[in-house]
């Protein structure tokens, strides 16, 4: 199965560019037995229009044209909250129902459009706190890395 990221905006060189590219090379090469690829990072342009529902209207169909086909996972505050096991466990399920990718989407600036957050096969929080988008870049590869190595068993992961 596919793992892309999909975020609106462009993330300038540095210390955290850097750190996603670390976390998502650990998962390519961990990933690969498990029949996990991709670990992308796909770049969106923000909107340029006038009103907050507008640059979120255009960001969504820009999103929607460009996703491959399989899951879509919306990050979101007001999402639901998952420990790593447990999102571990939906990523080899999704995985082993043959779906053809899972795609992680972030936001830009005004947050996702409504309607585009309704239509996602999962809404998921970090937290309820509102994080930078380059933060919870971060966030993201760590966690489908640490997927990785709970899935394959490996003691990055120190779980119960």
């Excluded at 420990?83 to 999704?94: D, M, N």
């Excluded at 053809?100 to 937290?127: E, H, N, Q, R, Y």
């Excluded at 971060?138 to 119960?160: C, F, N």
């Amino acid at each position: 199965m596919r793992i892309a990221i999909a975020a609106v905006g462009r993330m300038k060189a540095g210390p955290e560019r850097d750190l996603v590219a670390r976390y998502l090379d650990r998962a390519i090469a961990a990933g690969k037995p498990l029949a996990l690829t991709g670990f992308e990072v796909i770049e969106f342009t923000e909107s340029r229009a006038t009103s907050s529902a507008s640059r979120k209207g255009e960001e969504a169909k820009s999103l929607r044209a460009a996703l491959p086909e399989g899951i879509v996972v919306a990050l979101d505050e007001r999402g639901k909250s998952l420990g790593s096991e447990a999102f571990s466990a939906l990523l080899a399920r999704w995985r082993d129902d043959g779906r053809p990718a899972t795609s992680f989407i972030i936001g830009g600036a005004d947050g996702l459009d409504p309607t585009f957050v309704a239509s996602a096969d999962l809404t998921l929080s970090f937290s309820p706190l509102t994080w930078p988008h380059q933060l919870v870049r971060i966030m993201l590869a760590e966690q489908l890395y640490r997927t990785t190595t709970i899935l394959s068993g490996h003691p990055y992961h120190r779980g119960d």
